[in-house]
Nanobody, 125 residues
């Protein structure tokens, strides 16, 4: 059974850090482009980052560049989203997604085949 499971969401103060995990079962993440999306209440889902399958190149949204990064641990079949210098506007449910074919536009959610259930991140004092 193909499954993506996110974890690591929490309540954190502004300026703090969190690391989200996206663990895959039923398939090998190395053969997929893996993206992180987020959705805040009342807002559309937006792409946060994507790590390319072929060479590990990382795309980042302008809103998180310099603060977030993503990485892949092949041995654990897991992708991470490291989030630093968190801001209240980063509050959202964060989802990971996997695309078998290289996504033409990485931040378009319809490019992805599999999705996790999401993990909540709240940035507040």
């Amino acid at each position: 059974q193909v499954q993506l499971v996110e974890s690591g969401g929490d309540l954190v103060q502004p300026g703090g850090s969190l690391r989200l995990s996206c663990a895959a079962s039923g398939f090998t993440l190395d053969f997929y482009a893996i993206a992180w999306f987020r959705q805040a209440p009342g807002k559309e889902r937006e792409g946060v980052s994507c790590i390319r399958r072929s060479d590990g190149y990382i795309y980042l949204a302008d809103s998180v560049r310099g603060r977030f990064t993503t990485s892949r641990d092949s041995a654990k079949n897991t992708v991470y989203l490291q989030m630093n210098s968190l801001k209240p506007e980063d509050t959202a449910v964060y989802y990971c997604a996997a695309a078998k074919a290289p996504p033409g536009i990485w931040y378009m959610s319809n490019q992805y085949d599999y999705w996790g259930q999401g993990t909540q991140v709240i940035v507040s004092s």
